[in-house]
């Protein structure tokens, strides 16, 4: 018993890395704890009464936690959005709010309408707290053919995993910040500019991920050094959190404060 039970574990130690989470715990913590600290003291005691007192760091990982749940196992789909390389700012506006290869960014601007008219909707407020963290992770808006980087295996610190788990966790775990550390270290360090929200909005911060996702795809290379990567990739990791925070601000401030 005892030794099948090892054997599951070790089992489960090759089949983890190769599942795709968005950013890791730590990322989406750091982001919302961004958001925190650009949010207005309206929103956030509206948002203390929607989340029970939880902060917006701790929801940010609801969305990852309830794909294993049968009855919400559908919104898998929800967490990034796949597309061709090379497309134009007209042709990515068209294909980025379709419903094959993946739906983020139909499903943020779909949640950010539901909850304009129920802010009181926790499940929808959690799940929208964690997509607009998951549509700035580069390779949550990557190719389908190689379903957003998770095919493509790679070598880091010595160990397998791919090029869609290294940004998801692990380019950030390097980095042995607590998630407050890092969210910190990132507020103090750069500007927010927190611009009322416009729908349109969503589309713009979508193509800015689409294109960092370009820069990700041609770095494949300096992974021969993971040191040389860390130090070259490390500033594009951290815009990526920072604007997601600042844009999650944005949203949470649109819809809470009042
Ligand atoms: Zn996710």
Redesign the pocket.
Known sequence: MKKTFSFLLVLAGFIMPQMA???GMTG?RVIGKIAEMNLGKHTIKNLNQVLDNASVAMVSNW??FV?SDSALAYTAIW??KDLPSGLSREEFNKQAITLDNGEVVYRVLQLIAELKKQPDNANNLKMLI??I??MHQPL?MGHPEDKGGNMIKIRWMGRETNLHSLWDSGLIDFQQLSYTEYAHYLFKTHTFALPPFKPSMVLDWAWGTYQAAQVVYNSVDQLKNPFYYDYRYLSLLESRLTDAGDHLAIVLNYLYNK
């Open positions: 989470f968005g950013w989406h969305g990852d794909k967490h990034y964690h997509l963290g998951d949550h």
